[in-house]
């Protein structure tokens, strides 16, 4: 389907990957957006209001390519979502330790 991002299968998702992605303190916040539930990317900012679009959008991309978040479309807009449920089946207890700490 066109706009659809390639994102981890839950097997493929790999604790290095998962820790880089949110040892950035930008997407690391990013994160903690989402758990409450989906978000439109439109809606989910990082700390820092200067960061240029791009960086936003490489930030999306490391948080998806690790398999942390679902980057989905939605008509003209994009959804995201944390992948909470397949980091708890990977890492149980990784990610409450690390959006809480």
């Known amino acids: 389907m066109p706009g659809d991002l390639p994102h981890p299968e839950r097997s ?11 040892s ?12 409450d539930g989906p978000l439109d990317m439109a809606a989910c900012h990082a700390t ?25 479309p939605n008509g003209r807009r994009r959804i995201l979502t944390l992948r909470r449920e397949d980091l708890d089946a990977r890492f149980p207890g990784l990610l409450d330790a690390v959006l809480t700490a």
Do not use: Y
Request: aromatic content about 4%.
């Open 12 to 22: 493929e998702i790999q604790l290095v990957d998962v820790l880089f992605a949110l």
């Open 24 to 35: 950035d303190p930008e997407r690391l916040a990013i994160t903690r957006q989402l758990v």
């Open 48 to 72: 820092d209001p200067n960061l240029p679009k791009s960086t936003k959008s490489h930030f999306m991309k490391v948080l998806r390519e690790a398999g942390v978040i679902r980057n989905e």
